[in-house]
């Protein structure tokens, strides 16, 4: 029994249309599961803007959204075909919060399924389609390399590593090289900490620093990779007309350590940088097993995207910060 269904759930009444019918026919549409989360609604935002026609796979289609919006369960393997119908690109953003909470037997598992099982029920659905879209486009992380690598930089020719992120990570990326087998293109952008005050990781950080409480961690050694969040949208964009393939370091140029890091984030947010650094055994009892994912860190090259052309926005950190925080006020 195949969990596809042709519109078990209805599409907002707000949905985007385009009554021109010629341009209706030539607007290329991209599905994004996940376009309700940080990356998807700016990225949404951005495509609608240069003209391409976007809707949502998400497991809440009754919401508010400017967008269309299907529905999935990814849990009990049911989609929406009608989804995939129309769509010309699908970018798979959908995953359960890595950070959210506590990471037991059971998070874990949601952590993993809703990423995977997530590209395998696109991938039933797809299978069953007359007319496949282009390219699949996915996230990743650059967890894939494991954690510990301070000081040496990984390229996409690296193997994996160990943990639980980094089997993830293989996991989620084989699931999407699978759509190679369609005839359809894949892309997997292994994204670090993406760097945004609409969510992730930075204004949890800022919450201390606001209070001139923002310390290093750990060693303040590991390697802190980042992309600022319109650099990632466009790194989508070009990967998707570029027509490119394969696995790409989403990271931008100027490396840094997590104590150079909280130092530049400090000064960006003009708050005093004095605390000393949060001991690693304090991380290690408050966050348990995803303490490596702070303690440990590692680096990534951009190497292999910026030969594809693509040019940052924001390529150092202290520029990226600047700009973030400029647009706050
Ligand atoms: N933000 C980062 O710093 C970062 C770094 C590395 C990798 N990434 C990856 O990039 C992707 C997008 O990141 P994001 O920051 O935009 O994430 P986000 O804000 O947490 O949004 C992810 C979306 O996934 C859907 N979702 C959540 N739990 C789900 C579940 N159990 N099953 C199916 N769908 C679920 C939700 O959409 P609905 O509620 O509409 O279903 C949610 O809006 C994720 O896969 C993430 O791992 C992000």
Same mark, same amino acid.
């Given at each position: 029994?195949?969990?596809?269904?042709?519109?078990?759930?209805?599409?907002? %009444?707000?949905?985007?249309?385009?009554?021109?019918?010629?341009?209706?026919?030539?607007?290329?549409?991209?599905?994004?599961?996940?376009?309700?989360?940080?990356?998807?609604?700016?990225?949404?935002?951005?495509?609608?803007?240069?003209?391409?026609?976007?809707?949502?796979?998400?497991?809440?289609?009754?919401?508010?959204?400017?967008?269309? $919006?299907?529905?999935?369960?990814?849990?009990?393997?049911?989609?929406? #075909?009608?989804?995939?119908?129309?769509?010309?690109?699908?970018?798979?953003?959908?995953?359960?919060?890595?950070?959210?909470?506590?990471?037991?037997?059971?998070?874990?598992?949601?952590?993993?399924?809703?990423?995977?099982?997530?590209?395998?029920?696109?991938?039933?659905?797809?299978?069953? $389609?007359?007319?496949?879209?282009?390219?699949?486009?996915?996230?990743? #992380?650059?967890?894939?390399?494991?954690?510990?690598?301070?000081?040496?930089?990984?390229?996409?020719?690296?193997?994996?590593?160990?943990?639980?992120?980094?089997?993830?990570?293989?996991?989620?990326?084989?699931?999407?090289?699978?759509?190679?087998?369609? #005839?359809?293109?894949?892309?997997?952008?292994?994204? %670090?900490?993406?760097?945004?005050?609409? #969510?992730?990781?930075?204004?949890?950080?800022?919450?201390?620093?606001?209070?001139?409480?923002?310390?290093?961690?750990?060693?303040?050694?590991?390697?802190?990779?980042?992309?600022?969040?319109?650099?990632?949208?466009?790194?989508?964009?070009?990967?998707?007309?570029?027509?490119?393939?394969?696995?790409?370091?989403?990271?931008?140029?100027?490396?840094?350590?997590?104590? /150079?890091?909280?130092?530049?984030?400090?000064?960006?947010?003009?708050?005093?940088?004095?605390?000393?650094?949060?001991?690693?055994?304090?991380?290690?009892?408050?966050?348990?097993?995803?303490?490596?994912?702070?303690?440990?860190?590692?680096?990534? /090259? %951009?190497?292999?995207?910026?030969?594809?052309?693509?040019?940052?926005?924001?390529?150092?950190?202290?520029?990226?910060?600047?700009?973030?925080?400029?647009?706050?006020?």
């Amino acid at each position: 029994m195949w969990g596809i269904q042709s519109s078990i759930y209805g599409t907002t %009444p707000r949905a985007q249309t385009d009554k021109n019918p010629i341009r209706k026919a030539m607007r290329k549409t991209v599905l994004i599961s996940g376009g309700s989360g940080m990356i998807g609604q700016r990225l949404s935002a951005v495509l609608a803007q240069k003209g391409y026609g976007v809707s949502w796979l998400t497991r809440n289609p009754s919401r508010a959204s400017q967008y269309k $919006c299907y529905g999935w369960d990814v849990e009990n393997m049911q989609i929406d #075909g009608e989804a995939l119908t129309n769509a010309d690109y699908v970018i798979h953003l959908a995953g359960a919060g890595v950070t959210a909470k506590r990471w037991t037997a059971r998070r874990k598992k949601i952590i993993a399924d809703s990423r995977v099982k997530g590209a395998q029920l696109l991938y039933q659905g797809i299978e069953r $389609c007359n007319r496949k879209p282009k390219a699949f486009l996915s996230a990743s #992380g650059i967890s894939y390399y494991g954690t510990g690598h301070a000081t040496r930089v990984c390229t996409e020719e690296d193997p994996p590593g160990t943990g639980f992120l980094s089997a993830v990570c293989v996991e989620w990326e084989a699931a999407a090289r699978r759509f190679e087998n369609l #005839g359809m293109g894949s892309v997997q952008l292994r994204t %670090p900490v993406v760097l945004s005050l609409d #969510g992730g990781a930075l204004p949890k950080m800022c919450a201390l620093f606001k209070r001139n409480l923002g310390a290093a961690l750990g060693s303040g050694k590991q390697g802190l990779s980042w992309i600022h969040l319109d650099d990632l949208v466009a790194l989508y964009t070009h990967a998707m007309e570029n027509e490119l393939n394969g696995p790409y370091n989403a990271v931008a140029p100027d490396r840094v350590q997590n104590q /150079s890091f909280s130092s530049t984030l400090a000064k960006a947010m003009h708050k005093a940088f004095f605390m000393p650094r949060i001991p690693a055994f304090i991380l290690r009892l408050y966050l348990g097993e995803m303490s490596d994912l702070v303690l440990k860190g590692q680096w990534a /090259s %951009p190497k292999k995207v910026l030969d594809t052309g693509f040019a940052f926005a924001h390529p150092s950190l202290e520029l990226a910060l600047r700009d973030i925080f400029s647009k706050s006020i």
